[in-house]
């Protein structure tokens, strides 16, 4: 089994910044893409971030010059970095992992609990 605990999350001002942190452990053998996720009430999740285990990285376009997805793959942990935090990037935020589980080999994706992250204009 494989759990990602997410950390970070918060209360800001419109223009401020927050550090989420996601940290995967237990039966892992090799992770490869890792990625955030966002929901806002009454939206569907949406896709804002992933990082490959060789460091390829994807954005989406709304969130393109603001944040920034890195990943220490030594300890499991992916990070979003976000500045210039908009009223509108107010959603819970979910991290997830794509794994490869030690003991039985096989491939899964794990999502963590999510972390609330909460803009005021």
């Known amino acids: 089994q494989v759990q990602l605990v997410e950390s970070g999350g918060g209360l800001v001002q419109a223009g401020g910044s927050l550090r989420l942190s996601c940290a995967a452990s237990g039966s892992i053998f090799r992770i490869y893409a890792m990625g955030w996720h966002r929901q806002a009430p009454g939206r569907q999740r949406e896709l804002v971030a992933t990082i490959t285990s060789i460091g390829i990285i994807n954005y989406v376009d709304s969130v393109k010059g603001r944040f920034t997805i890195s990943r220490d793959n030594a300890k499991n942990t992916v990070f979003l970095q976000m500045n210039s935090l908009k009223p509108e990037d107010t959603a819970v935020y979910y991290c997830?992992?794509?794994?490869?589980?030690?003991?039985?080999?096989?491939?899964?994706?794990?999502w963590g609990q999510g972390t609330q992250v909460t803009v005021s204009s």
């Open positions: 997830d992992a794509a794994v490869q589980n030690y003991s039985s080999g096989s491939y899964s994706r794990y």
